[in-house]
């Protein structure tokens, strides 16, 4: 199975600053088979990205992805208070899903 | 709106059972391949098991294989994980999450997910 590892563990930033999380698998992705997920403490996964670099539907335009092959990019533009959470990568093109550790956004 | 809403959760003892459900509204549920994916307390995500639209394909992760059951009744609108031999590392909010497409045959992932349930298994 694909194992996807996320970096950093954690990133401490303060609002209005620049997030760059990244995500590699251990083999390459088909397709660009990659979505990433928001949760927060006490929620579901909220789904942001899809195809590694579409974004779904009501999801601002400051969350952006990108990358293909081994390695992805979860980029947010300008945090806003609601963007502190834990961001998770999944691929969904080689059986199992599999995830990453997640990567926790907190404030500085 | 999608709504997918989890229950069956609770204590349990290793080696006990535990049937979850999960009732669907707001989408064509017989169309929709669904999906259990579980969290352990503070860990990450953690796929469990698959079931196609109509039942013809299962699947599981193999640290379930031989103990969960995941099945499906459309006309009831809802998705099931029988679990059995429970031990305490299958302790986790289990989340059921709808396939991306309907009819999906690969490469679609989970677009609603629902709140979750709480299993907990501890003598």
């Known amino acids: 199975e694909i194992v996807l590892t996320q970096s950093p563990g954690t990133l401490s930033l303060s609002p209005g600053e620049r997030a760059t999380l990244s995500c590699r698998a251990s083999?390459?992705?088909?397709?660009?088979?990659l979505v990433w997920y928001q949760q927060k403490p006490g929620q579901a996964p909220r789904l942001l990205i899809y195809g590694a670099s579409s974004r779904a539907t009501g999801i601002p335009d400051r969350f952006s992805g990108s990358g293909s092959g081994t390695d992805f990019t979860l980029t947010i533009s300008r945090l806003e208070p609601e963007d502190f959470a834990v961001y998770y990568c999944?691929?969904?093109?080689?059986?199992?899903?599999?995830f990453g550790q997640g990567t926790k956004v907190e404030v500085k | 709106e999608v709504q997918l809403v989890e229950s069956g959760g609770g204590l349990v003892k290793p080696g006990g059972s535990l049937r979850l459900s999960c009732a669907a509204s707001?989408?064509?549920?017989?169309?929709?391949?669904m999906n259990w994916v579980r969290q352990a307390p503070g860990k990450g995500l953690e796929w469990v098991s698959s079931?196609?639209?109509?039942?013809?394909?299962?699947y599981y992760a193999d640290s379930v294989k031989g103990r969960f059951t995941i099945s499906r009744d459309n006309a009831k609108k809802s998705l099931y994980l029988q679990m059995n031999s429970l031990r305490a590392e299958d302790t986790a909010v289990y989340y059921c999450?709808?396939?991306?497409?309907?009819?999906?045959?690969?490469?679609?992932?989970?677009?609603?997910w629902g709140q979750g349930t709480l299993v907990t298994v501890s003598s």
């Open positions: 999450a709808r396939d991306s497409e309907m009819y999906c045959s690969g490469d679609c992932y989970g677009d609603y």
């Open positions: 707001g989408f064509t549920f017989s169309s929709y391949s």
């Open positions: 999944q691929q969904y093109g080689s059986s199992p899903w599999t």
């Open positions: 083999q390459s992705v088909s397709s660009s088979n």
């Open positions: 079931i196609s639209s109509s039942s013809s394909y299962i």
